[in-house]
């Protein structure tokens, strides 16, 4: 079993950064996909960014602006967000993939307001 919990989340206004950060526990192996994906009110979830090994994956609403990162020696994967913009505003869920098996985090909110 794998847990995963988030936190970083907030009210930013437009322009603004904001860092999300995801610990995972339990049943870590050395082989797996780490990422970031959201969901806004009345929309299905969406993927933002993955990083596998040495390889990350960016949504294109997302790329130049977002950063993902990874540290496996800590089982934490990161997501750097910069100008930030209202269509941002969502649940953000961490996400762990490992033998065909996905977890998910409890989801922090990100509010992009002025």
């Known amino acids: 079993q794998v847990q995963l919990v988030e936190s970083g989340g907030g009210l930013v206004q437009p322009g603004g950064s904001l860092r999300l950060s995801c610990v995972a526990s339990?049943?870590?192996?050395?082989?797996?996909?780490m990422g970031w994906y959201r969901q806004a009110p009345g929309k299905q979830r969406e993927l933002v960014a993955t990083?596998?090994?040495?390889?990350?994956d960016y949504a294109n609403s997302v790329k130049n602006r977002f950063t993902i990162s990874r540290d496996n020696a800590k089982n934490t994967v990161a997501l750097q967000m910069n100008s930030l913009k209202p269509e941002d505003t969502a649940v953000y869920y961490c996400n762990l993939m490992q033998f065909g098996h996905q977890y998910w985090g409890q989801g922090t909110q990100v509010t992009v307001s002025s």
């Open positions: 339990g049943s870590i192996f050395s082989i797996y996909t």
């Open positions: 990083v596998t090994g040495g390889m990350s």
